[in-house]
């Protein structure tokens, strides 16, 4: 059962049914229960990312889907077909999934070169020379062919890893929090880069990370994990603007969550009380409140609710931190902030653009 490789074209309409599937994959360590019943589809030349905190079980799914790790429960297809089950898997080298981890582990006595070769070996040298040129070119390093992985910083180890990786025409790419080790400021060109070359090889693509910002950059889907479970599976503009839970909402959002209670429709809350539109309020029930990037307004008023905590200024952005009764919310402005620490300001609400969650556990 080996997958055949489906270098579909980038931008060509994939045949129905192509791509990787995964179906009711659940896994357990022991008797603990890591994955629960998941099911996830990636289509040729798809991102999907993978996204959740640390321990929610993105690695075992990867690890699973590699042949890595024993498949317990479900099954995994490839372009329609069964390509594992519990007690029928084919050893990882019979699938030709490409994989990238984290941490670089490049072959340190080869050349930058020979390593994208690794996967060649059955190629004509002539062949062999034209893919490793390629692959090089696409991530940029085609001057570096003949260096050592020692003399690169990590972040052009990740890409000779990437490159390796696709050179041998994977059916499937797999990568592990590929960017997680890599300077902050070199891993947005890494991520476009590693966009660019996942896409021109048109193979179905699981990227995991636990990084919300940059699943939104590199993704065309974006499958949440929590605790084992797939919690929300969609495009990243309909995973931000309408998150499946409060987990989710949080994942995305760099305001914080501001605490209320139901009074009169409303959510009143210590920084002032919150419409929350198309949402049903209960009397007294309590809540979370999360405002989104630019729906928090405010104004000089010395009757204000709330003060500012802290100012940052971030180029074309800044953040302010209001404290109001013993809570925190940062509100996130463009360019220069309006307000110095110590002012006191009025703060009102955009009741589009926030969201609204039961908390049962609020004390406030
Ligand atoms: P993630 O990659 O999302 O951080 P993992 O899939 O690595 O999560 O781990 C999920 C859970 O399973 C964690 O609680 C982890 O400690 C546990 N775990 C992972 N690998 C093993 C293993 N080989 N044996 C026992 N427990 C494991
Ligand atoms: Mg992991």
Excluded at 155 to 181: H, N, T
Excluded at 245 to 268: C, H, I, K, M, Y
Excluded at 302 to 326: I, S
Aim: proline share 7%; net charge negative.
């Amino acid at each position: 059962m080996r997958p055949h490789s489906s270098q579909t074209p980038a931008g060509a309409v994939a045949p129905p049914g192509a791509g990787l599937a995964l179906e009711n994959i659940s896994h357990s360590y022991g008797a603990m229960r890591v994955l629960e019943d998941v099911n996830l589809a990636v289509q040729a030349g798809e991102i999907v990312c993978l996204l959740g905190a640390s321990g929610s079980g993105k690695s075992t799914l990867l690890r699973i889907v590699a042949g890595l790790e024993p498949l317990q429960h479900g099954v995994v297809r490839f372009d329609g077909a069964e390509l594992a089950r519990p007690g029928r898997e084919p050893p990882p080298e019979e699938r030709r999934f490409g994989f990238v981890f984290q941490d670089h582990v490049l072959f340190p006595h080869l050349s930058v070169a020979d390593n994208v070769a690794f996967g060649l070996r059955k190629r004509s040298p002539d062949e062999r020379r034209e893919r490793v040129l390629a692959q090089l070119r696409q991530v940029g390093l085609e001057a570096h062919e003949r260096r050592y992985p020692h003399t690169l910083s990590g972040g052009e180890q990740q890409r000779v890893a990437l490159a390796r990786a696709l050179a041998p025409e994977p059916a499937v790419m797999l990568l592990d929090e590929p960017f997680a080790s890599v300077d902050s400021t070199l891993r947005r060109r890494l991520r476009e880069d590693a966009r660019r070359a996942l896409r021109a090889s048109g193979v179905p693509s699981i990227v995991v990370t636990h990084d919300a910002e940059e699943a939104m950059e590199l993704a065309d889907r974006i499958a949440v994990i929590d605790a084992g479970t797939i919690v929300q599976d969609d495009t990243p503009a309909a995973v931000w603007r309408k998150p499946a839970d409060r987990f989710v909402a949080e994942l995305f959002s760099d305001t914080g969550a501001v605490p209320g209670r139901g009074v009169a429709g409303a959510v009143e809350t210590p920084f002032g009380r919150i419409e929350v539109a198309g949402a049903e309020i209960e009397e007294n029930a309590r809540y979370a409140v999360i405002a989104r990037a630019g729906s928090v307004r405010l104004a000089a008023s010395p009757a204000g609710d709330a003060r500012v905590v802290d100012v940052r200024f971030l180029g074309d952005r800044h953040v302010l931190t209001l404290e109001a009764g013993g809570e925190r919310l940062r509100a996130l402005g463009p360019g220069e902030p309006d307000f110095a620490v110590g002012a006191t300001v009025a703060v009102a609400f955009d009741s589009a653009r926030v969201l609204v969650y039961r908390d049962p556990g609020s004390t406030w």
